[in-house]
């Protein structure tokens, strides 16, 4: 069996396969909702939601994380910055985990000035 091959677990058949592929597809490659996909397919957006959850069970869509390079300034002085994201200067990167800044370290929201 070629699904079998795929790593894809017997338990689901080929057409449930070629289903989850179909919505898969149309959600990870061509960035179509999962509302615009059910009303395509005639199936409902919950159903939809199942499907996109058992393909990344299947192992027929995988989540990759590109690691961000953290970057330091080559000063001597430790680096602080104000809003989490690496500042732009001179500076030595080397990959590492990033996390995104808690809530609290985030500036504000700028609002629009008159003019």
Known sequence: MASAARGVTPTATDGQIRLITKVARMYHERGIRQVEIAETLHLSQTRVSRLLKRAAELGIVRTV??????????????????????RRSSSTCRAATWTSPPASARPAPRTSKPR
């Not at 000063?75 to 989490?84: E, I, Q, V, Y």
Request: aromatic residues 10%; charged residues 20%.
């Open 65 to 86: 994380v590109a690691v961000a390079p953290v970057c330091t300034p080559t000063s001597r002085k430790p680096w602080k910055p104000r809003t989490g994201w690496p």
